[in-house]
């Protein structure tokens, strides 16, 4: 079975602090993906990025970045020098080979104050 | 292009009634997906349709909901005979299949928020 977990109910940071969103998932098969929506105020879930299985390299784009360990099975998520305009709900998903289902996370509400 | 669009925005309805939503995807998205979302959680799958197909249901889909993409274009999720647990917002998606199960991007709508009273 699928399972993805974000340990993380809330976070709250001062702006400028760097913050990191924690990713657990739970599977059993070899192929998968990973991915990362951004869901602000407005309710509109955003795409921030997507892993294969296959591909554990770490990626960067411009203040966020993302670390992916199978080791682990985690794939985190940080935000370097947080704005006030990062504050949403981060869910982490987890899609598998064969299925077009997505698995969310329950989120993480961040809160960025100025 | 808009985006994905939903309509209502907002429902209010009383149990045992019938609500329908409905979805307007990206015009050049062949994909179109239906997730449930209530308060504190994650979005849920309910089922994704290829063009007019509908090729994935979840078990949360109960023989009460029901959806249809009849033109491969617009899609429509009804409930029929509202219940409480039913209240949460309805999420639409769309993709473009890149051929690949399981990596596609999806774009959501802002979705329709149902209260079952």
């Known amino acids: 079975a699928q399972k993805v977990t974000q340990a993380q109910t809330e976070i709250s940071v001062v702006e400028k602090e760097d913050v990191t969103l924690d990713c657990v998932y739970e599977t059993r098969d070899t192929t998968y993906y990973l991915f990362w929506y951004k869901q602000p105020p407005s309710g509109e879930l955003v795409f921030l990025i997507r892993?294969?299985?296959?591909?554990?390299q770490n990626e960067i784009s411009g203040r966020y970045s993302w670390n992916f360990q199978k080791s682990t099975s985690s794939f985190n998520f940080t935000i370097t020098a947080s704005q006030v305009v990062d504050s949403a709900v981060y869910f982490c998903?987890?899609?598998?080979?064969?299925?077009?289902?997505?698995?969310f996370g329950k989120g993480t509400k961040l809160t960025v104050n100025p | 292009d808009t985006g994905v669009s939903q309509d209502p925005r907002h429902k209010i309805t009383k149990r045992g009634q019938n609500v329908t939503f409905r979805c307007d995807p990206i015009?050049?998205?062949?994909?179109l997906y239906w997730y449930r979302q209530t308060l504190g959680q994650g979005p849920e799958f309910l089922t994704y349709f290829q063009n007019e197909a509908q090729l994935e249901k979840s078990r949360l889909l109960s023989d009460r909901f029901s959806a249809e993409r009849p033109k491969g274009s617009f899609s429509t999720l009804e409930i029929q005979r509202t219940e409480q647990g039913d209240s949460a917002m309805y999420l639409c998606a769309s993709s473009f299949s890149e051929g690949i199960s399981g990596a596609n991007v999806l774009t959501f709508g802002a979705g329709s928020r149902l209260t079952v009273l």
């Open positions: 998903a987890l899609s598998q080979g064969g299925s077009e289902k997505l698995v």
């Open positions: 892993r294969n299985s296959f591909d554990e």
């Open positions: 015009s050049e998205h062949n994909r």
